[in-house]
């Protein structure tokens, strides 16, 4: 399997610096150009490295995702245990994670399920308006609909202009390292 670091012609320790001279050079090289009526078209390689390798954060997750597909390639001790949680597992057509690592959810995740958790409560003071008849819960129960509603055009939105934020720094960071 050929890695991004294979393409650019870099070792997978090397400097931000280094993988943009790289970049440069086979840019340089392999540029449609300067390499006219070749078959294949190796800038579209080259280019699909430097997107992930000159930013910071994608390179940072592909390190992760290459460690963890060349660990899972290494063979490594077979137990009974593990066979059976293979046949287990394999008869629902699902992939067995070795190393499962669970994560927290950040405060911008667990925002995205405030809408529901205020769509449930609605239902539940409707539900529970109807069948004692009060008024007032009746009205609580519109208004936290209503509420709803509103979240969940909102909460989209919040995230999306977090991430446009987020995106925005991460150029200027990077424009700055340039």
């Not at 943009?20 to 086979?26: E, F, L, Q, V």
């Not at 060349?70 to 070795?98: H, I, K, N, W, Y």
């Not at 003071?125 to 055009?153: D, G, N």
Request: some cysteine; aromatic content about 6%; glycine content about 6%.
């Amino acid at each position: 399997m050929r890695t991004h670091y294979d393409v650019l012609g870099v070792p997978a320790s090397a400097s931000a610096e280094d993988v943009k001279r790289a970049y440069h050079r086979m840019a340089r090289r392999h540029h449609p150009d300067v390499r006219a009526g070749s078959a294949g078209d190796p800038m579209v390689e080259v280019n699909a490295a430097w997107a992930v390798l000159g930013d910071p954060v994608r390179r940072g997750n592909y390190d992760r995702e290459l460690a963890r597909r060349t660990s899972a390639t290494e063979p490594r001790d077979v137990d009974a245990e593990d066979v059976t949680l293979v046949a287990d597992f394999a008869g629902f057509g699902g992939q067995l994670d070795p190393d499962p690592e669970p994560r927290p959810y950040t405060p911008a995740e667990a925002l995205v399920l405030v809408p529901a958790a205020l769509l449930a409560v609605a239902v539940a003071c409707f539900a529970f308006s109807t069948m004692t008849e009060a008024p007032a819960l009746l009205l609580t129960s519109v208004i936290l609909l209503a509420v709803a509603v509103m979240s969940f055009v909102a909460t989209p939105l919040l995230v999306l202009r977090r991430s446009i934020r987020r995106r925005t720094a991460a150029g200027t960071d990077r424009d700055s390292r340039s």
